[in-house]
């Protein structure tokens, strides 16, 4: 990650209760539904997007056509995208060009060099896309990006980074019952080609006062869990990790697009081992995971 770049996120964990969102897509069906559940659970919604329709409101929120417009007008500075993948690689890169540096992306089945476009533009402009294919990012009790169900998630001291939604919800719900709680928990997404990688997400974790331990959440195929690794040897905080799919059969995807083992590369198992040669406590179960951070004290 550039220099610049880190210091612009390290001061927040990418959302929290001063973000200023912007929904891009607001006037269609899953951007107004969605936009109605973010502000109720009092996420700062300032503003939509949906060419040729400026002047309308969703929800009491301003609709714009342009980025540029809504940016300049709103000081909007995180992007929530719900358009059709097809549409992605312009809204994100009109996002990323209006200066907007947190820019979720909801949608899945993003062409792969649709997605390479945009991780250059992103990586030029010092910003950070999450997604294709995420559930989005929450900071429980401060701010709801995306679509995760906020009944799973309770304020605390632990952050979760994963590639699946479901399994955000469920290591949430773990950790709430439990009584740890989470910081923020990010959904990088599903999709084979990702904005944002595991160990710049641990990057911000390690830098975050709050959060005193990372539950990592991986998923079979893709290498984006062996780049992990290397930040994992050098983080202050423990990193608890799980990968699902451990008896998945290779040549079947398993949910999501990028969810596939193909050769010999992408098993859940060869995940875990070199994760767990960096340092990080294998969690083989979700009841695992505060049994271990127990033993941890954390």
Do not use: W
């Amino acid at each position: 990650m550039p220099r610049q770049r880190k210091k612009e996120l390290a001061v927040a964990i990418l959302v929290d209760e001063n973000s200023r969102v912007v929904v891009q897509g607001i006037t269609g069906g899953a951007g107004s539904f969605h936009t109605k559940r973010m502000l109720e659970y009092g996420t700062k919604v300032v503003a939509g997007t949906s060419p040729g329709k400026a002047g309308q409101n969703v929800e009491g929120v301003p609709v714009f056509d342009t980025m540029a417009e809504c940016v300049e007008a709103t000081r909007a500075n995180v992007s929530v995208i719900f358009l059709p993948a097809q549409f992605v690689l312009d809204g994100a890169v009109e996002a990323i060009r209006a200066g907007i540096k947190v820019v979720v992306v909801v949608p899945e089945h993003i062409p792969l060099v649709d997605m390479m476009k945009i991780r250059q533009e992103a990586r030029e402009a010092g910003a950070l896309v999450i997604g294709g294919n995420t559930a989005g990012i929450i900071s429980p009790g401060k701010a709801n990006v995306g679509i995760m169900p906020d009944i799973a998630f309770r304020p605390g001291r632990v952050g979760t980074v994963s590639r699946s939604g479901s399994l955000t919800y469920y290591v949430a719900d773990t950790l709430s019952s439990s009584g740890f709680g989470e910081t923020t928990c990010v959904g990088l997404g599903g999709d084979p080609i990702l904005g944002t990688t595991f160990e710049e997400v641990l990057d911000l974790f390690d830098k975050d006062p709050h959060t005193r331990a990372v539950v990592l959440v991986g998923e079979i195929g893709g290498v984006y869990e062996e780049m992990a690794p290397p930040r994992i040897a050098t983080m202050t905080k423990p990193v608890l990790a799980m990968v699902a799919g451990v008896h998945a059969p290779r040549g079947k995807r398993m949910g999501h697009a990028g969810a596939i083992i193909e050769g010999t590369m992408g098993t859940a198992k060869e995940k875990l081992r070199a994760l767990e040669e960096a340092g990080a406590h294998i969690a083989r179960t979700f009841l695992d995971i505060p049994l271990i951070l127990t033993r941890l004290g954390v």
